[in-house]
């Protein structure tokens, strides 16, 4: 009998990864408790919890029976009661490759209910998720009123709480912020995308304000793509609680006789080496178990976006393609502009849903970009938003019925005054999308790459398809997964890029299906910076699109050296998305040796662990970061200038994750100096790096016409 088993006989449960511990009570007949999560704890140490005064809180806490608490669940029974009393009735654990699966089954006495707390370890990850059934044992219907993923009681001290809020082109913008007296809410309520002006993530530190490397820290991700509500509650008592889960907003969920509603995991991590030890944590998860493909390196691409916007012409794409070959990239990406035959795409107010090609742009159709591309000696990838589309299409008069809206309303519409969403809960919908993607792929097996779009949210609440329209929300998200199961069973090999407006979809819960997600519209490097250091605090360097773009930048307007945008992008997975003809012959050149000099270092950033070393939101006037090999044996570090004042002096860059014993031969990548920096080419232990640091220059030596506000290096240390 494993010791897992031994400790289910007597209640006490423990669910240990590598480096943390969860204790849970789970005794018949009795609520279920949680006791501790934190650091790993010793074989004899789980029994001095209680002696040290350590107190359990409710695991799943129900509404009705407990004062002003805030509740986990809350459901109508078809009598009316309101109340719930869960008691453990069954407790059960099997083993899988990385870890345990445990199930605490409870029920009411008195209600037909029956809720399975689950909860898996992920030990070498170490991550703990946790997710709920509630079953309607009853005759009748019942309805859900709260139904959140977990619950996990924080002890009440000098506890932070750090989370990632933004909007359109401003997105995975840092809020950090002490816990304090009262509620504190994060929802989403967008219905197609979830991570725009908040995310379904975040971070508490335990001891005081947040530090990168140092630090207890637990972070939390729901890992789910629609409406969400992240809800802290601190009253009177020890405890700040927090609850994860479907934002129960508008949208009680109805059970009928027998029915079970599942709700999406949410994924807990816990670290003793600050923000980016959770970071690592869930980052190594994510590659091996959640993200689309997250073993295989990504491509250098180009997108078209902002190079022509709708200008999409067969000579024009053979020119980009050319161009991206010629600087190293191994692929081209043609994005929105390319169909429409009754109503040719010219801009964003007609088309979506027409998914024909407009052969006076495009001859000789996708077939023959394709060709093109392999004559070039690159793949090939393309646009397209499934979920979508315009008054203005032939698909929407021909099935006005197929769209999302309120009964007996007009239509309510999005981008470019046309813009409709489809109903994902509908299966003739579910076909059609998995069409789309089948008919691409099936005509042009050579295509690489889809850059799968949703840039309007769900404002007319109501479905045309679905008759319990409080349940539209999962009613969406399970149509969409269903439909992205068939699309990957019969192409598990394509990459696809999650792109909703921008940086919509950055969540775990549409990963799974996805390759990558597009970081933000804002192509603007200096704001970059900011964005990709909140967005990683969860989301591996692989799965961050990062792309070189022209000045002045198209959102922001700022002009940057072309070094610095190049250094920006070089931190995630890199791209290109500018008119390459309109670039000089110097600007092509210095892009090329960026370019290989990714590809070399390509393993380490995209597979990498991070260490976050000085934040942009700590106003020092400059951020560095570094991805190390697991092995240690490689690292690459970035260090960017973000504000320019005379007589800036700044502190040397100290570095972490090294290993104190080896020796580094730093190489800087990117290079622009007329004189090399004096650790070029030099040796130096990993203690001296991570204790002393390098002394680097607040400016690049360049020639004059080429001096910028803006500076920036990487450097490139390997073991001798």
Not at 507 to 529: C, H, K, M, Y
Not at 558 to 563: D, G, I, V
Request: hydrophobic share 35%; net charge negative; glycine share 8%.
């Amino acid at each position: 009998m494993n010791a897992l088993v031994t400790l289910l006989l007597a209640s006490t449960i423990i669910l240990n990864t590598n480096n943390s511990t969860m204790v849970l009570n789970a005794e018949t007949g009795r609520e279920a408790q949680i006791l501790y999560y934190g650091a790993a704890l010793g074989p004899n140490e789980t029994a001095a919890l209680e002696d040290a005064g350590f107190r359990a809180s409710s695991l799943y806490p129900a509404f009705g029976l407990r004062g002003a608490a805030e509740p986990a669940v809350s459901m109508i029974q078809a009598d009316g009661n309101l109340t719930l009393d869960l008691r453990v009735s069954e407790v059960s654990a099997q083993k899988w490759q990385n870890g345990e699966v445990l199930s605490i089954t409870s029920c009411d006495p008195v209600c037909p209910v029956t809720v399975k707390n689950f909860f898996k370890t992920y030990e070498a990850e170490n991550i703990i998720e946790t997710w709920v059934e509630i079953t309607n044992t009853g005759k009748k219907e019942s309805t859900l009123t709260r139904y959140y993923s977990g619950h996990l009681p924080v002890r009440v001290g000098d506890v932070w709480l750090s989370t990632l809020y933004g909007t359109w082109a401003n997105e995975g913008r840092v809020c950090e912020e002490p816990l304090a007296r009262g509620l504190k809410l994060i929802k989403n309520m967008d219905g197609t995308r979830n991570s725009h002006t908040s995310h379904a993530e975040a971070m508490i530190s335990l001891d005081g304000k947040p530090c990168e490397n140092s630090g207890r820290v637990i972070g939390l991700a729901l890992e789910w793509g629609g409406n969400y509500e992240l809800r802290f509650q601190t009253n009177d008592s020890d405890f700040h609680h927090v609850f994860a889960g479907i934002c129960p907003d508008n949208a009680p969920y109805t059970l009928a006789k027998g029915e079970t509603f599942k709700s999406p995991a949410l994924a807990y991590s816990y670290s003793g080496e600050g923000l980016s030890g959770v970071s690592r944590n869930f980052h190594r998860w994510g590659r091996k178990y959640r993200l689309a493909h997250g073993d295989i390196e990504r491509k250098v691409l180009l997108n078209s976006w902002e190079g022509v916007y709708f200008d999409i012409n067969e000579p024009g794409m053979d020119q980009m393609m050319g161009d991206i070959a010629s600087m190293g990239g191994e692929l081209f990406v043609m994005d929105d502009g390319w169909f429409g035959v009754k109503y040719p795409r010219k801009n964003d107010s007609s088309s979506l849903g027409d998914w024909e090609v407009d052969r006076t742009k495009l001859p000789g159709g996708i077939g023959a970009l394709v060709k093109m591309a392999d004559g070039h000696g690159i793949r090939f990838g393309i646009w397209i938003e499934p979920e979508m589309t315009n008054s203005v299409s032939e698909l929407y008069e021909k099935h006005p019925e197929w769209v999302l809206k309120a009964p007996g309303r007009e239509n309510v519409y999005g981008r470019g005054g046309t813009q409709l969403v489809l109903d994902m809960a509908n299966p003739q919908v579910q076909d059609y999308v998995f069409g789309i993607v089948d008919g691409l792929l099936t005509q042009n097996p050579r295509i690489d790459y889809i850059k799968w779009d949703a840039n309007m949210n769900i404002s007319a609440y109501g479905s045309q398809y679905t008759k319990d329209q409080a349940r539209l929300d999962v009613a969406y998200w399970d149509g969409f997964a269903r439909t992205c199961d068939r699309i990957r069973a019969k192409y598990p090999d394509v990459t696809i890029q999650a792109c909703a407006s921008g940086g919509g979809r950055a969540n775990w819960g549409v990963l799974p299906w996805f390759d990558e997600f597009w970081t933000s519209d804002n192509t603007d490097a200096l704001q970059r910076i900011y964005m990709q250091w909140g967005t990683s605090y969860f989301f591996p360097a692989i799965a961050m699109a990062s792309h070189i773009s022209a000045t002045p930048n198209h959102t922001v307007f700022r002009t940057t050296s072309l070094k610095f945008r190049c250094d920006v992008a070089c931190s995630g997975r890199l791209g290109m998305e500018i008119q390459p003809k309109n670039m000089t012959d110097a600007e092509k050149d210095f892009c090329r040796k960026v370019i290989a000099d990714y590809k070399g270092v390509r393993p380490v950033v995209q597979f990498g662990d991070i260490y976050r070393l000085t934040s942009p939101y700590d106003n020092k006037g400059f951020a560095s970061m570094m991805y190390v090999t697991s092995e240690k044996d490689k690292a690459v570090f970035y260090w960017w200038k973000i504000a320019n004042f005379y007589d800036q002096h700044f502190p040397r860059a100290v570095m972490a994750g090294l290993d104190p014993e080896k020796t580094y031969r730093v190489h800087e990548l990117n290079r622009i100096d007329i004189t090399p920096l004096p650790c070029e080419g030099k040796c130096f232990s990993g203690r001296f790096l991570m204790e002393n640091g390098l002394d680097l220059p607040s400016s690049n030596n360049v020639d004059y016409n080429m001096k910028s506000d803006w500076s920036s290096r990487v450097l490139y240390l390997t073991v001798e």
